[in-house]
Each structure stands twice: as C-alpha cells, then as structure tokens.
T-cell receptor, first 113, second 111 residues
Framework: DVKVTQSSRYLVKRTGEKVFLECVQDMDHENMFWYRQDPGLGLRLIYF???????EKGDIPEGYSVSREKKERFSLILESASTNQTSMYLC????????????FGDGTRLSIL | AQRVTQPEKLLSVFKGAPVELKCNYS??????LFWYVQYSRQRLQLLLRHISRESIKGFTADLNKGETSFHLKKPFAQEEDSAMYYC?????????????FGTGTRLTIIP
C-alpha cells in the first residue's frame, strides 16, 4: 500500500518565520504535489514535481518554494510566513503515464500567528 | 484552462434516500474524471474514476460529455457516507498529471 508521510500533523509558527513542510513517499512515484485545502475553496495546487530537481508552479505558488533533492522527498518552503498562509497543507504522489490516481498524506495543519 | 464546479457546498440526505452529488466541468479535450472522498479525521482518498466504470461502496458516476457532467450517485444513503467529496479533472494530454479539484461538497446523512 502506498504510504505518503507528512512530517507534522500540526504546526504553529510566527509571522516572518521560514517554514519547512516535509513529505516522503515510499512507492518510487515520479510525481509529487503540494496542495492547500481551505473551506469553500477546495484543494488548490501550489507546486508539483515530475522528477528529482524538477519543479513546476501550480495555481497559487506565490509565497512558496519547493525542493526535491531525492525522489522520495518533496519539501514545501514558506520563505517568510504570513497569516494568510494559515491552512491545511496536503502532499500527494503518483506514478507517471499510468492513469494511476494521486495518493495523499494526512495533511499538516499550519497556523501562522 | 480547465474548471470543475461543484454547486453544492452542503448536502443533507436522510438515511436510505438516494444521493446525488453534482459535478460539472469545462475542458476542451477529453478529460479523466475522478471522485475523491475525505472521511472525518482520515486522509483524502480516491473513491472512483470514470475510466474504470466501477461501483465503489455503492457509488457510481457516469461521464456525460454532452452535459459536461460527472455526477456521483448512490441509490440508498448510509450513515457512513457522511464525508467531504471532491470532484477532480485531469487533462487528457499525455504526461499532464495535474489534477484540478472542485470546491467540494460536504455530505451529511441524517439517521
């Protein structure tokens, strides 16, 4: 069974801090994704990656960056956290070219004070 | 650009009654459509996809290209169906793995 693990379930940070959210998958998936989930807005794609060191902007990349140094790990970075980045963050992974679905982690609920 | 619309944010249905969660999309090509579900305190997971033409937990969804819809249906609601449901679209062009999600419908089954 695919396992997508996010390092923290809950995280509280202060405005202006640099924040790292980590995600690890154990199924050798090529694709990894970061979403934020907000009530009434659904899931919105922040960044995704097709391969190691590859990244592409999603729909709402402003204020975020990502890092993928190893295939199994995809990090989301908030360069200078702001209160409007308080949200639930979901990581997902999938195989390429296989009509396979995305598999999601449990999510990290991030609060920026 | 593609778009997915779920017109109902909240839907309440009595146990045993039929359920229909609406999903409409806009996309110029032939999309792949999915329904994802998130039960309370659980991770988001795939419920079903149109390409498989399957029934999962009694739910079915038919892709209607003429009406650009992919509504989720179940003839008899059960209490354990209470959850958040998201419709999602993936473009058909080769190698594009991005999903576009709707805003979700919270389904509550009334005992």
């Amino acid at each position: 069974d695919v396992k997508v693990t996010q390092s923290s379930r809950y995280l509280v940070k202060r405005t202006g801090e640099k924040v790292f959210l980590e995600c690890v998958q154990d199924m050798d998936h090529e694709n990894m994704f970061w979403y934020r989930q907000d009530p009434g807005l659904g899931l919105r794609l922040i960044y995704f990656s097709y391969d190691v060191k590859m990244k592409e902007k999603g729909d709402i990349p402003e204020g975020y960056s990502v890092s993928r140094e190893k295939k199994e790990r995809f990090s989301l970075i908030l360069e200078s956290a702001s209160t409007n980045q308080t949200s639930m963050y979901l990581c997902a992974s999938s195989l390429s070219y296989s009509n396979q679905p995305q598999h999601f982690g449990d999510g990290t609920r991030l609060s920026i004070l | 650009a593609q778009r997915v619309t779920q017109p109902e944010k909240l839907l309440s249905v009595f146990k045993g009654a039929p359920v229909e969660l609406k999903c409409n999309y806009s996309y110029s090509g032939s999309p792949e459509l999915f329904w994802y579900v998130q039960y309370s305190r659980q991770r988001l997971q795939l419920l079903l996809r149109h390409i498989s033409r399957e029934s999962i937990k009694g739910f079915t969804a038919d892709l209607n290209k003429g009406e650009t819809s992919f509504h989720l249906k179940k003839p008899f609601a059960q209490e354990e169906d209470s959850a958040m449901y998201y419709c999602a679209l993936r473009p058909s062009n080769f190698g594009n793995e991005k999903l576009t999600f709707g805003t979700g419908t919270r389904l509550t089954i009334i005992p």
